[in-house]
């Protein structure tokens, strides 16, 4: 088993290049890996043997942002409220479906 069933990846859009591409602002993603988390910790499903949310470095996907990723799903999220979030918790990390009309083209 692994230390973790599930991992989710909130890009905090930090990046130490000088790279051209768009990036939004930190603290967006950095308040996402909070509602995140805070929605599993109240669903109990937060911690080892469970689902596990760390904020990201630049995730290459800049301009699809804001996003987050669920592994080992691969499924890529891109969100604009709280409530977006709280759906993704609830309906994917709870419910195990997809929320299809926040869902990214891999």
């Given at each position: 088993m692994a230390y973790f069933e599930r991992h989710v990846f909130v890009c905090t859009n930090a990046r130490n290049d000088d790279?051209?591409?768009p990036c939004g602002d930190h603290n967006v993603g950095k308040h996402a890996a909070g509602v995140?988390?805070?929605e599993c910790l109240k669903a109990h499903i937060h911690g080892e043997g469970k689902i596990r949310v760390s904020q990201s470095g630049c995730l290459g996907r800049c301009e699809d942002g804001p996003l987050l990723?669920?592994?080992?799903?691969a499924r890529w999220y891109n969100y604009h409220s709280d409530e977006d979030l709280k759906q993704i918790?609830?309906?994917d990390l709870v419910a195990g479906r997809p929320v299809e009309h926040l869902l990214l083209d891999k």
């Open positions: 790279s051209r591409k995140v988390k805070n990723v669920i592994y080992p799903e918790v609830a309906e």
